[in-house]
């Protein structure tokens, strides 16, 4: 059986997918840490979801850092004060 061959069971699988946040985010413990590294080195199905969890999480970063224009804060701003003068 090769690395990337998935030899987990489904169960297996799901306690793993649960913990990929935690790994990406570094709160796991390192045991835990080594125990999951482990898991995605043998099952491909988990390793695909832990590439995709870590580009999704590294675009919503990026994204997280850009501020709008100032006319468009403006903008959002006036609406923001329409709305609460209606309430």
Sequence with gaps: MSAHEHAA?????ADFLEQIVFLIDNE???????QVKQHLQSCNPCLETY????????VVARSCTEVAPGDLRSKIMVQ???????S
């Design 28 to 34: 796991l413990t390192a045991a835990d840490a080594d």
């Design 51 to 58: 590439d995709q969890q870590r580009i999704v999480k590294a």
């Design 9 to 13: 069971s489904p169960s297996d699988c």
């Design 80 to 86: 923001i004060q329409e709305l609460r003068t209606r």
